[in-house]
């Protein structure tokens, strides 16, 4: 079998935010789309409410492109953002903000999903991070996805940087997930025997018109219907690019130790959907902090000694990718805590179910708007809006 190219493409959604109220931006100004599409020539597009902007890297194969390509996006939609008083923010929600006040984009595909899925739809106050990884083959591509949905929960565990809900504390390092699973099509990938058996399972709802095509099919890990890739979808967007950069180089080293494994004539274990939810659902509840349940012991255990585990699993592939250093910031992530942990820690202990103080809230959006550009080299143009707001 021929070796696949593994190459790597990550995408990323941003929420603009108003510097001086903290709120988000419902309709920021048409020219600054306009803007950052010229200087980004073509990688950036508009997403499904108009507070939001989508990302995409071209296809890479240095975890040093990903991540240049990713700070130059923060670095010049930030530049672009501050001209109108705005800043984006890597983060899959808003800690304060109202779905109900959140118009979305005029786009034919958008006014679409908006009148088939209702409000189902406009509560997708969310963003997430995408990672793809290309497998040519179409049989391995879904040999692997079988396989690697067992670490989708891992992935999620890392990521997760959405704990607030319209002012209130969730009890969920990720209620971006809760967000979604409302959407039809969504939630772990089902298992299938063959690319075939999987092309014949869409073609039913294509032609049933379910569905125009499989773009309208939204598992945490599926098959791309544009690339030929395998494309990660569960985890939430990371305000430190550091962050994003290690979890994508992760997941694309586990695809190789897992053709690694197929090219030995072994696999990974498959285990049911339903133990596999269990996990994603304590990832999703307690981020870097659960316990995730290794099924071969029928033990819980606690995810910064799976990581361990998972981070010499990967290590010939690392090595292989040359990304070492991507794979050990790893830990740091599990050290310091998510983004969803720092967030709970700047509001301190809240009561139940209850508001949260305005000015706590303010706060968590400095941090978020700080760390996205953190790291990114920004334009002074940033810091003189920050800090105009910070007089207003």
């Not at 089902?190 to 049933?208: K, M, N, V, W």
């Not at 494309?231 to 997941?251: G, H, K, N, Y």
């Not at 790291?375 to 810091?383: D, I, K």
Request: charged share 25%.
């Amino acid at each position: 079998m021929k070796e696949p190219s593994f190459s790597i493409g990550v995408e990323e959604e941003y929420l603009l935010v108003d510097l001086a109220s903290r709120k988000i931006a419902s309709s920021p100004p048409p020219e600054l789309f306009a803007a950052c599409e010229n200087a980004l020539e073509g990688r950036v597009s508009p997403e499904f409410l108009q507070c939001q902007i989508e990302v995409g890297t071209p296809v890479c194969t240095t975890m040093d492109e990903v991540r240049s390509e990713l700070s130059y996006f923060r670095k010049t939609i930030g530049a672009e953002a501050a001209r109108h008083g705005l800043a984006p923010i890597a983060a899959s929600t808003h800690p304060f903000a109202d779905w109900t006040e959140q118009p979305h984009t005029d786009k034919e595909r958008y006014n679409d999903l908006a009148r088939v899925m209702q409000v189902v739809a406009k509560r997708l106050l969310i963003c997430g991070m995408h990672v793809h990884i290309g497998i040519e083959d179409p049989e391995l591509r879904i040999d692997l996805c079988n396989q690697i949905t067992y670490f989708l929960p891992h992935l999620l565990a890392l990521s997760t940087s959405s704990p607030f809900w319209r002012g209130r504390v969730t009890g969920l390092r990720s209620y971006r997930l809760s967000v979604f699973n409302e959407l039809p099509r969504t939630g772990l990938p089902p298992r299938f025997d063959s690319h075939e058996g999987y092309r014949r399972t869409i073609d039913t709802l294509i032609q049933a018109g379910a569905i125009e095509d499989a773009t309208k099919i939204w598992w945490d890990l599926r098959p791309s219907d544009r690339f030929p890739t395998l494309e990660m979808r569960i985890t939430d967007v990371c305000p430190c690019v550091d962050d994003t950069v290690a979890i994508a180089a992760l997941f694309r080293c586990l695809c190789r130790m897992l053709y690694r494994l197929r090219r030995a004539n072994q696999r990974w274990r498959q285990y049911s959907g339903f133990l596999l939810a269990e996990n994603r659902w304590q990832a999703q509840r307690h981020g870097s902090t659960s316990e995730l349940i290794d099924f071969g012991l029928k033990k819980s255990i606690a995810f910064r000694e799976l990581i361990e585990e998972i981070i010499e699993l990967v290590a010939p592939d690392a090595e292989f990718f040359g990304c070492e250093a991507e794979i050990a910031h790893i830990r740091k992530i599990v050290e310091r805590g998510t983004s969803a942990e720092r967030q709970l820690a700047l509001v301190g202990d809240t009561p139940e179910d209850s508001l949260i103080a305005t000015e706590k809230l303010e706060a968590v959006v400095d941090q978020l708007v700080s760390e996205t550009q953190h790291g990114v080299a920004s334009p002074s143009g940033v810091a003189a809006a920050q800090t105009a707001s910070s007089r207003a």
